[in-house]
């Protein structure tokens, strides 16, 4: 498993919540700091993808477990 420094989650939340939730994040994270988003919405997959191709931040692991998708961000 990925280390991380911050955990967000929005398991439960629908869109657009868990993308406002991760850009906020990102944007007060130190350089080199990993964030761990736990999300419930199929569309965070796609949504995440496209937030992480305008703030240019890197997605270091994504999976699938027990209806939740784990996204492992690190701020660049």
């Known amino acids: 498993m ?3 420094q911050l955990e967000i ?3 439960d939340e629908k869109c657009p919540q868990p993308v406002k939730k991760t850009k906020q994040a990102l944007k007060d994270m130190a ?3 990993v964030l761990h988003l ?4 199929p569309a965070s997959e796609q949504d ?4 992480l191709g305008a ?3 890197e997605l270091l692991e994504k999976n699938f ?4 998708y784990h996204f ?3 701020k660049l």
């Open 31 to 33: 350089e080199g700091e």
């Open 48 to 51: 995440i993808q496209l937030l």
């Open 55 to 57: 703030v240019k931040d």
């Open 9 to 11: 989650d929005t398991r």
């Open 72 to 74: 492992y961000i690190k």
């Open 38 to 41: 736990m999300t419930t919405d």
């Open 65 to 68: 477990q027990d209806g939740t």
């Open 2 to 4: 990925t280390e991380y």
